[in-house]
């Protein structure tokens, strides 16, 4: 093919653009004839045809790919149930509860509206492995013997996705669950995405008081403003009504940001060490290690090493540090943009269920939202992206390499200096951590220049 259309996180484009119903629906079938040459599925219906199950956030463009994917499954003898809107962390985990083949997700996760994307997922809700992703790609189109009459898949609707997924995510705190969260008042930023139902509910099951805020999706304004990159309501909402923490989700819920009780943003990283500490004392931190990415800051590495706890980092992306997580049997992972994955209870990021262990945490140790991130102060970070350079080179060079070493140098050991060329484009990202924003900003700028004029296209 001549273009990969596997991303990091499925399949993604403009709606009815570059993601069309033909695009999908040809997906679909070269998904489950895979699928079934690698022996994943495993008739579960009893029927001797294989189960996917089909979720999607309120995107408009979500009810034409649904059609589109449910026709090419069932055409190709797959029988399907339909979740409707619900969460990608809720997609995954009926994908196994329900004992699915095959689990089919309708998002573009937190970006704009117009876009949209198709995720697969293996039984037990897990990605796919990226051979399978290419094995899927040079399968479109190819001729299929279809099936006929009795051979075609069924259709129907799962009602009772949200009640069961709200129960999982409940069912993981600890104890008793009737009033385990009560006293706290949470403000809720729904995205107006898929968690604009079961988020509030899940967090009103666990005994919170909730206010919901951009939780009234019409298919237009997921993510509009809103959600975990636009905190600014949640910040407002948070101060105006007193609530002990805020958490803001994107558009699929499969990430989170937390604002504390003074309105002050608690990033990922944040999040990350007081999870990771809350597992720790409960014994649950698997050989005390936490995954992280090459992007966390040094702040947070500094203070988990602080308190006993080791960082793995990967390459940039959630799929990284879940393939870590995998490898090692660790049990809490995740990046600064706030995806967090606790696999005892998920196999992917899930939002929601990172707000019940924060607030749970809260709970349990009677300690504000403020005070269990203050465990870890964040370094300044400066980010200056050099475009038009040989992005291949950036390794590779050796006075490039002598500038970073004098840097690091001139830091001594009180910071970091990371160079990553981009997947995509030709540019290399320059990132530094200093004591000091303005020592972060000029080391940042130094190096740029190094870069700009060492590998220039």
Same mark, same amino acid.
């Given at each position: 093919?001549?273009?990969?259309?596997?991303?990091?996180?499925?399949?993604?484009?403009?709606?009815?653009?570059?993601?069309?119903?033909?695009?999908?629906?040809?997906?679909? &079938?070269?998904?489950?004839?895979?699928?079934?040459?690698?022996?994943?599925?495993?008739?579960?219906?009893?029927?001797?045809? +294989?189960?996917?199950?089909?979720?999607?956030? $309120?995107?408009?463009?979500?009810?034409?790919?649904?059609?589109?994917?449910?026709?090419?499954?069932?055409?190709?003898?797959?029988?399907?149930?339909?979740?409707?809107?619900?969460?990608?962390?809720? %997609?995954?985990?009926?994908?196994?509860?329900?004992?699915?083949?095959?689990?089919?997700?309708?998002?573009?996760?937190?970006? +704009?509206?117009?876009?949209?994307?198709?995720?697969?997922?293996?039984?037990?809700?897990?990605?796919?492995?990226?051979?399978?992703?290419?094995?899927?790609?040079?399968?479109?189109?190819?001729?299929?013997?279809?099936? @006929?009459?009795?051979?075609?898949?069924?259709?129907?609707?799962?009602?009772?996705?949200?009640?069961?997924?709200?129960?999982?995510?409940?069912?993981?705190?600890?104890?008793?669950?009737?009033?385990?969260?009560?006293?706290?008042?949470? &403000?809720?930023?729904?995205?107006?995405?898929?968690?604009?139902?079961?988020?509030?509910?899940?967090?009103?099951?666990?005994?919170?008081?909730?206010?919901?805020?951009?939780?009234?999706?019409?298919?237009?304004?997921?993510?509009?403003?809103?959600?975990?990159?636009?905190?600014?309501?949640?910040?407002?909402?948070?101060?105006?009504?007193?609530?002990?923490? #805020?958490?803001?989700?994107?558009?699929?819920?499969?990430?989170?940001?937390?604002?504390?009780?003074?309105?002050?943003?608690?990033?990922?990283? /944040?999040?990350?060490?007081?999870?990771?500490?809350?597992?720790?004392?409960? #014994?649950?931190?698997?050989?005390?290690?936490?995954?992280?990415?090459?992007?966390?800051?040094?702040?947070?590495? /500094?203070?988990?090493?602080?308190?006993?706890?080791?960082?793995? /980092?990967?390459?940039?992306?959630?799929?990284?540090?879940?393939?870590?997580?995998?490898?090692?049997?660790?049990?809490?992972?995740?990046?600064?943009?706030?995806?967090?994955?606790?696999?005892?209870?998920?196999?992917?990021?899930?939002?929601?269920?990172?707000?019940?262990?924060?607030?749970?945490?809260?709970?349990?140790?009677?300690?504000?939202?403020?005070?269990?991130?203050?465990?870890?102060?964040?370094?300044? /970070?400066?980010?200056?992206?050099?475009?038009? %350079?040989?992005?291949?080179?950036?390794?590779?060079?050796?006075?490039?390499?002598?500038?970073?070493?004098?840097?690091?140098?001139?830091?001594?050991? @009180?910071?970091?200096?990371?160079?990553?060329?981009?997947?995509?484009?030709?540019?290399?990202? %320059?990132?530094?951590?200093? $004591?000091?924003?303005?020592?972060?900003?000029?080391?940042?700028?130094?190096?740029?220049?190094?870069?700009?004029?060492?590998?220039?296209?």
């Amino acid at each position: 093919m001549a273009q990969k259309l596997f991303g990091t996180d499925g399949v993604r484009g403009l709606a009815n653009g570059q993601l069309t119903a033909e695009l999908a629906l040809d997906l679909s &079938v070269s998904a489950a004839h895979v699928l079934v040459e690698l022996k994943q599925f495993e008739g579960s219906t009893g029927t001797g045809r +294989p189960l996917a199950v089909v979720g999607r956030d $309120p995107r408009i463009s979500g009810q034409f790919l649904e059609a589109a994917v449910v026709a090419g499954l069932a055409s190709a003898g797959v029988d399907v149930l339909l979740l409707g809107e619900l969460p990608t962390p809720g %997609v995954a985990h009926l994908t196994g509860v329900l004992k699915a083949d095959l689990g089919v997700m309708l998002s573009a996760s937190h970006n +704009p509206m117009p876009d949209n994307g198709i995720k697969f997922l293996a039984r037990g809700g897990r990605k796919l492995d990226d051979a399978i992703e290419v094995a899927i790609e040079e399968r479109l189109r190819e001729p299929w013997e279809r099936p @006929t009459g009795g051979g075609v898949g069924r259709v129907s609707t799962y009602d009772a996705a949200v009640d069961d997924y709200a129960a999982h995510l409940t069912g993981t705190l600890a104890g008793s669950l009737t009033g385990s969260l009560a006293g706290l008042k949470v &403000v809720l930023d729904c995205a107006e995405g898929a968690a604009s139902v079961v988020g509030p509910k899940a967090l009103r099951d666990a005994g919170a008081e909730v206010i919901a805020i951009h939780a009234s999706p019409d298919g237009l304004n997921i993510n509009d403003n809103c959600g975990s990159t636009h905190l600014e309501d949640l910040r407002k909402a948070v101060l105006e009504h007193g609530a002990d923490a #805020g958490f803001g989700l994107d558009g699929d819920s499969d990430r989170c940001l937390a604002v504390d009780g003074d309105g002050e943003i608690v990033d990922g990283d /944040q999040i990350l060490a007081i999870l990771a500490l809350g597992l720790r004392d409960a #014994g649950s931190l698997h050989d005390d290690v936490v995954v992280a990415t090459v992007m966390s800051n040094l702040g947070f590495v /500094q203070a988990l090493e602080a308190n006993g706890v080791s960082v793995r /980092q990967t390459k940039v992306g959630d799929r990284y540090v879940l393939e870590a997580m995998r490898a090692g049997g660790y049990s809490l992972g995740g990046e600064q943009s706030g995806h967090v994955i606790m696999s005892e209870h998920a196999t992917t990021g899930d939002g929601i269920l990172t707000a019940l262990h924060v607030l749970a945490r809260m709970a349990a140790t009677g300690s504000t939202l403020a005070d269990l991130a203050g465990v870890m102060t964040r370094l300044p /970070q400066v980010l200056v992206n050099v475009s038009g %350079v040989d992005k291949a080179r950036v390794h590779e060079d050796d006075v490039l390499a002598a500038a970073v070493a004098e840097a690091e140098s001139s830091l001594d050991g @009180t910071g970091r200096i990371l160079l990553r060329p981009s997947g995509t484009e030709a540019l290399v990202r %320059v990132m530094v951590e200093a $004591p000091t924003s303005e020592t972060a900003s000029t080391v940042a700028e130094g190096l740029a220049a190094v870069v700009r004029e060492r590998l220039s296209l």
